[in-house]
């Protein structure tokens, strides 16, 4: 028996709420029909395992969903609080109470720098680095640098929570899909 | 008695698949939501992680401006050969994919 690939549809028409089959052969063009193979290495499959199909595919950007987020929150951890020691170490060995006269002299700098170098030729923008700034510019930008840094590190940390409880509501759906195709299967079997 | 029994199994086959059609359909909307918080926290990741890079190749400069230089040219090269990786064999792995 031939059959097309067909996606099952939710159907709401008169208050009355059905499920329908759509066929999608013009959408998928190389996915498979029935008891025939399409194309190079294609697979057969019926239009009752697209359901297994698609639960499959949600599970692995679930899964892909998951792993990223743990990897992120990791490092996020390690690399924010490195980067927050970081900024408490400059600023504690370096200007102890002369952070703003140090951060205005640097602004300072920067406009200097800038100005110079937009009327000069390209090249300026390297090579007057070393004449406008000093040792103290290259730690309060280091400072400001790793104190941005911690701060979306732990942005990142925050909205690991708001996926948490998203994850969490996906993966009972995913178990619920999985106990009641298992289901389904016993009745097809 | 038989009829019954298979009357009681089509009403019970339809109630999962509907059960079924409707987790599938919540799942795909959930997954939508989920999408912007993880493309959001990904946009943070790179920002902070580039901000990191940045601190450590200005901390180059503190010794002397081509250890800051080498430092820039490591992670360049990290990203470009990533990248390059990943567009090379992209195809082949989507095409693996596409088979299931």
């Known amino acids: 028996m031939l059959h097309q690939p067909l996606k099952k549809k939710i159907k709401k028409s008169k208050n009355i709420i059905e499920s329908v089959y759509e066929d999608v052969s013009d959408i998928y063009p190389d996915l498979f029909v029935s008891d025939k193979v399409v194309g190079y290495g294609a697979i057969e499959l019926d239009p009752v395992d697209l359901n297994d199909t698609r639960i499959a595919k949600l599970e692995s950007e679930m899964k892909n969903i998951n792993y990223r987020s743990e990897a992120w929150m990791l490092e996020s951890v390690f690399l924010g609080g490195l980067a927050f020691s970081g900024f408490l170490t400059v600023a504690s060995a370096n200007f102890l109470g002369k952070e703003p006269e140090v951060f205005s002299e640097f602004l300072r700098h920067f406009k200097i720098y800038y100005e110079k170098c937009f009327q000069n030729e390209i090249t300026s923008w390297v090579t007057q680095i070393g004449n406008h700034f000093f ?55 | 008695m038989e009829s019954k029994n298979e009357d009681y199994q089509r009403i019970r086959m339809g109630k999962i698949q509907k059960k079924i059609d409707t987790a599938l359909i919540d799942a795909d909307n959930l997954l939508r939501e989920l999408l912007p918080t993880s493309i959001m926290m990904n946009t943070y990741r790179m920002i902070a992680v580039l901000l ?43 095409h693996l994919l596409k088979k299931h």
């Open chain 1, 135 to 189: 040792r103290n510019d290259l730690y309060i930008l280091i400072m400001l640098l790793c104190l941005l840094s911690s701060v979306f590190f732990l942005l990142v940390l925050v909205l690991r929570f708001r996926l948490n409880s998203l994850t969490l509501s996906m993966d009972h759906l995913i178990r619920i899909l999985n106990i009641f195709n298992q289901k389904k299967m016993s009745f097809l079997i």
């Open chain 2, 52 to 94: 990191f890079y940045m601190v450590l190749i200005l901390s180059g400069f503190y010794f002397m401006p081509s250890i800051a230089v080498l430092i820039f040219f490591l992670f360049l090269f990290t990203q470009v050969f990533g990248y390059f990786q990943k567009y090379s064999k992209i195809e082949r792995i989507r």
